[in-house]
């Protein structure tokens, strides 16, 4: 059985043109398009081989390129049952989607636990509807991960598709995990925890932290940057402490635009805080709470461990007032300004503004 079966294959080569007999089986027998090749190797050598579309005059190669990919991933007696080729002279109607294409997708092969592969010769001349047919990519999502990437991508249409193919393409389930751990952005839980170590816990601690989050995570301090300032233009404290951090976050970020050193832009960002935090204290004692005073939930946000501006009566408009904003005397208030030069330019610039 074996001597016939290698007489009819020798029979079947010779007979064959000399197009197909001599065809290349290995990619690396392909002349030119080096880049290209390289490219689809690596795919091949890392089992993630994508949705490809070859294009280009008859003749270049763009038959024998997959052809020569389908017979380096597969051994020989499995091409039969991992490869379906459809040529010009098929049908390409939707029953051959529908019927053919998906049947062929769809089973599963007992000993192949690769992914199969389907050759279409001059997709071009399918109708219309097979075309619409094959678009369709069944991606598995979340809703809350759809969110994400919507605020993610910031309204850009192009940057929402590119993220949600990039994490499909890298992780089976398009999650918020996974969408957070493709573009690299910091999670909003993440975010949470920074804002609650900076209005709470002492400098070294807050430093150890955040170096320890971003070396962990892989975070940028300018990512950071951008969703504590979105962090700070939603949570309720005084609109004079939001103006100077905001501020602060202002210099911080074009100093790392630079080319500052993210250690010390990493102190100046927890000391604008620890500055900001005095402030609303300060506050606080002086007027026994702040002008639209925040509720429990949005306190305790803030600082869960004091018990500042909760169920207090609030002073008459306080940040028309110095008293409202500096200990109520001036040598206090001397004193505080000095140690806090940013305040003092804040306080100043409002001095000049009333």
Not at 130 to 156: C, I, P, Y
Not at 245 to 253: S, T
Request: aromatic share 8%.
């Amino acid at each position: 059985l074996n001597l016939c079966g290698e007489m009819v294959d020798k029979c079947r080569t010779e007979i064959l043109p000399w197009v197909e007999k001599y065809r290349p089986s290995k990619l690396e027998e392909l002349i030119s398009h080096k880049d290209i090749l390289e490219t689809i190797g690596r795919f091949i050598n890392e089992n993630r081989l994508p949705h490809l579309l070859f294009y280009g005059p008859p003749g270049t190669g763009k038959t024998s390129t997959i052809l020569a990919c389908a017979k380096q991933l597969y051994e020989k007696n499995q091409l039969k049952s991992m490869v379906l080729e459809l040529n010009a002279s098929d049908d390409r109607g939707i029953g051959v989607v529908r019927e053919q294409i998906l049947n062929f997708a769809s089973t599963k092969t007992i000993f192949g636990g690769r992914f199969k592969m389907i050759i279409l010769d001059e997709a071009d001349a399918m109708t219309r509807d097979a075309q619409n047919a094959l678009r369709r990519s069944k991606v598995k999502f979340t809703e809350e991960g759809l969110q994400h990437l919507v605020l993610l991508s910031g309204g850009d249409m192009r940057r929402a598709l590119n993220i949600l193919q990039s994490t499909a393409m890298a992780f089976d389930m398009v999650n918020m995990e996974n969408v957070y751990a493709c573009v690299g952005k910091p999670k909003p839980d993440d975010i949470k925890a920074i804002v609650e170590w900076l209005f709470n816990k002492d400098f070294s601690e807050t430093y150890k932290r955040i170096t320890f989050l971003k070396l962990k995570k892989g975070l940028a301090l300018q990512d950071i940057l951008e969703e504590v300032h979105l962090f700070v233009q939603k949570v309720e404290i005084p609109a004079l402490v939001r103006i100077y951090l905001i501020d602060r976050l202002a210099e911080i970020e074009e100093s790392l635009t630079r080319g500052a050193s993210d250690k010390l832009q990493l102190s100046a960002l927890i000391a604008a805080f620890h500055i900001a935090r005095d402030i609303i204290e300060k506050e606080a004692i002086v007027t026994g709470g702040w002008k639209h005073a925040p509720n429990k939930v949005a306190m305790d946000s803030i600082l869960p461990s004091r018990s500042v501006g909760i169920n207090m009566p609030t002073a008459t408009d306080p940040y028309n007032e110095e008293e409202a904003l500096f200990p109520v005397s001036s040598s206090d208030a001397s004193r505080f300004l000095t140690s806090h030069p940013h305040v003092f330019v804040l306080h100043l610039a409002c001095q000049t503004f009333l």
